[in-house]
């Protein structure tokens, strides 16, 4: 049983779903809903980047994108006001809708799983070495620029939100 | 061995989420929705460039190289615009962009 086709199948999976939820941040008027939205489609552009074969930038795509640049997001989503708060309960009571996602899942999954056999062994690393002979390499000099760009961004980040009024210390 | 997915389909997914981005940078008031739209933006390119990287540079990866920096300046780009809405909302109370007519506090 081979899985030729699933690559097409996948990569039409994540294409509506990348501009279906990337609709959605842009339309959904709730904006925890559109930071959740945002999430989504850099999960699903993480997908994408395993379907091209570059396995290391998907990994960096959900540390940094999924993990860090989302919690950001919803962090400045709750440190300003929003309209409504009537939404607080959204991820609560949907156990049909989880036992069905989860079917829906794991039935292909199972069977993909299944399939594997014994072939030949893969370079090792990936696409890991030559991404890091060319970041280190090449452009090793950019690299040190970018350090000392986060570190900027980061001393900016606290001058410009420390409070000046003495009575809050 | 050719591809099964063209490099076309990539790169019409990435132009169609740079488009939703665009429009939502252009049509959105909420400062920090327009910051979402951003990375929506900045994500589109990082998949036109591995796209491009994997399918006509596939020895040295200098596509994904520019998409690691791009990484790092939206880090940066989004812990610095928040820090600007969050200030800017301290000192007058509004989050729609086009309430705030001056960054002086």
Redesign the interface.
């Known amino acids: 049983m081979t899985f030729?086709?699933l690559?097409?199948v996948l990569?039409a999976i994540l294409?509506i779903a990348?501009?279906g939820a990337?609709?959605a941040?842009?339309l959904v008027g709730r904006?925890t809903s559109?930071?959740l939205f945002?999430a989504f489609?850099?999960l699903c552009?993480a997908g994408?980047?395993l379907?091209?074969?570059?396995e290391?930038?998907a990994a960096?795509?959900v540390l940094?994108?999924v993990g860090?640049?989302t919690v950001?997001?919803l962090?400045?989503?709750m440190?300003?006001?929003?309209g409504s708060r009537d939404y607080g309960l959204f991820f609560q009571k949907q156990t049909p809708w989880a036992i069905v996602f989860v079917a829906f899942l794991a039935v292909p999954v199972m069977v993909f799983a299944s399939s594997f056999q014994d072939g030949r062994p893969l370079p090792r690393g990936g696409?890991l070495v030559?991404?890091a002979?060319?970041?280190f390499g090449?452009?090793a000099y950019?690299f040190e620029v970018?350090s000392v760009?986060?570190l900027?961004?980061?001393v900016?980040?606290?001058v410009?939100?420390k409070r000046d009024d003495e009575e809050i210390r | 061995m050719t591809p099964a997915v063209p490099l076309g389909a990539f790169i019409a997914v990435s132009a169609a989420l740079f488009f939703i981005g665009c429009a939502g940078v252009l049509t959105r008031r909420n400062a920090v929705v327009i910051l979402m739209c951003v990375e929506l933006m900045l994500n589109a390119a990082n998949l036109a460039l591995v796209a491009f990287s994997r399918r006509y540079g596939a020895t040295d990866e200098r596509g994904s190289v520019f998409v690691v920096f791009v990484f790092v300046v939206a880090a940066a780009e989004v812990a610095v615009g928040l820090a600007i809405v969050l200030s800017a909302y301290r000192t007058r109370p509004v989050v729609n962009v086009d309430e705030a007519r001056a960054m002086k506090g």
């Open positions: 030729d086709f690559e097409m990569f294409a990348i501009v990337g609709a941040v842009v904006i559109a930071a945002m489609t850099f552009m994408m980047f379907l091209l074969g570059a290391t930038i960096f795509q940094i994108y860090a640049i950001l997001i962090y400045g989503v440190f300003t006001p929003q696409d030559p991404l002979t060319s970041l090449d452009f950019p970018a760009l986060l900027a961004a980061l900016g980040a606290i410009l939100v």
